[in-house]
């Protein structure tokens, strides 16, 4: 391994792409082609960057294995970072395999954390889990243990295990003042602030209020019964009673819990579940019968009673019942949390973080656009969304060891 390409590898392990550049920019061996890529990736230009991953990784010899499994790790992390969620993950799991058969144990840590935090994007948590749960994992060098603590922070916060969440944000935060990349240290920052960001509303007895993770979690422990529109399950401290796919149930429920204690005229529970303006006997007959459907899912949770004017929510064995509501509420609002992140999708990406169809979401997007709260950048296969104004992409991208054959 000559100097130039080792003072280049040290320069993109501490966060400087432009001083790797200035040692390899005008080489197109195998390893400079490599580290070049990861620098391009660094500052951003990732089409560029994958150019020179691929060709880098064609021009490793068949002898070295090694250098071209990390050119397909950081292959995977710059699709991760631009949301091809169709890349392959064979192809990684195929490249952490052999840095795993060739003792390369950190880098193969890495890409494991990759696979993890491709597992958490589409809401896989416990595959994502499990895969950072391997007893063989091995020390990793600070700016790697940064991706490693927001991974586990991240499952961590999805859980509503918020004592782990913090727990992780500061060993990253230690991690990232380790490795003194500015960058790092306000990916870091920006993952903290969604602890202290309002997660949540509160509806109950007829007012609300906003709720942080912590309160959330402290509300579903409490063993009141709630009606948790985020998730659109009804629940109490042991039992979770899904109506995800079940829509007019939970309206019903919905409206009955955001009145608790009060009853519910029938002329509103049709307006909620049927949206129908007017409750005429046919209207009343369905609701007859939904009501009996409810009554019969909610179970040992609550019972729906009538009452002179309509029907009222009367929990078994809890003190009360509260609606759990997200902090905002529109349509395709699921669409709009996902690319809050600040990354830029693809619409089939979106689709299978979603578990829609393509058609689906990209139907939605378009509204979306027409009312001017996402913008789309390319064209075809290349077309991306993100939230205006369009983002740079806040990523690390960085190889714990050395690209080179070594």
Do not use: Y
């Not at 200035?22 to 580290?35: F, S």
């Not at 009554?295 to 609550?302: S, V």
């Amino acid at each position: 391994m000559d100097s130039l390409i080792t003072a280049a590898a040290r320069a993109l392990a501490t966060g400087d792409p432009l001083g790797a550049l200035n040692r390899v920019a005008l080489r197109d061996d195998a390893p400079a082609l490599a580290l070049r890529g990861i620098a391009m990736a660094q500052l951003g230009d990732l089409a560029r960057a994958k150019s020179l991953l691929k060709s880098a990784a064609r021009a490793f010899g068949p002898k070295e294995a090694v250098a071209r499994a990390r050119c397909v790790v950081a292959e995977a992390e710059i699709a991760l970072v631009s949301r091809e969620l169709t890349w392959p993950a064979k192809a990684l799991d195929a490249a952490r395999a052999t840095l795993e058969a060739h003792g390369d144990r950190v880098n193969a840590a890495h890409a494991r954390n990759l696979e993890a935090r491709r597992l958490l994007l589409i809401g896989r948590l416990g595959e994502a889990e499990r895969m950072l749960a391997d007893p063989g994992l091995v020390p990793l060098p600070p700016a790697s243990r940064v991706a490693h603590e927001l991974t586990v922070a991240g499952i961590a916060i999805r859980r509503l295990r918020t004592k782990a969440a913090r727990a992780a944000l500061d060993r990253a935060g230690q991690a990232a003042r380790e490795a003194n990349i500015p960058a790092l240290m306000a990916e870091v920052e920006s993952t903290a602030l969604v602890m202290d960001a309002p997660a949540a509303r509160l509806i109950a007895c007829g007012g609300e209020r906003p709720l942080l993770l912590e309160d959330v979690e402290a509300l579903l422990a409490s063993g009141v019964v709630v009606v948790d529109a985020c998730r659109n399950v009804v629940r109490d401290e042991g039992r979770v009673i899904s109506l995800a796919t079940r829509p007019v149930l939970f309206a019903l429920a919905r409206a009955l819990g955001e009145a608790w204690p009060q009853d519910v005229p029938r002329s509103t529970l049709v307006a909620r579940a049927f949206r129908g303006k007017h409750a005429d006997e046919s209207h009343r007959a369905r609701l007859r019968v939904e009501i009996g459907r409810l009554r019969a899912e909610l179970g040992t949770l609550a019972d729906v009673t009538a009452t002179s004017r309509g029907f009222k929510l009367v929990p078994r064995s809890a003190r009360e019942i509260v609606v759990l509501a997200p902090r905002v509420e529109e349509r395709h609002a699921a669409v709009l949390a996902f690319l809050a992140d600040g990354e830029s999708w693809s619409s089939s990406a979106l689709a299978i973080a979603l578990g829609s169809s393509p058609r689906t979401v990209q139907r939605a997007l378009e509204q979306l656009a027409a009312a001017g709260k996402v913008h789309a950048f390319g064209r075809g296969p290349a077309r991306r969304w993100t939230t205006p104004p369009v983002p740079g992409f806040p990523t690390t991208l960085l190889l714990p060891g050395p690209l080179p054959s070594d």
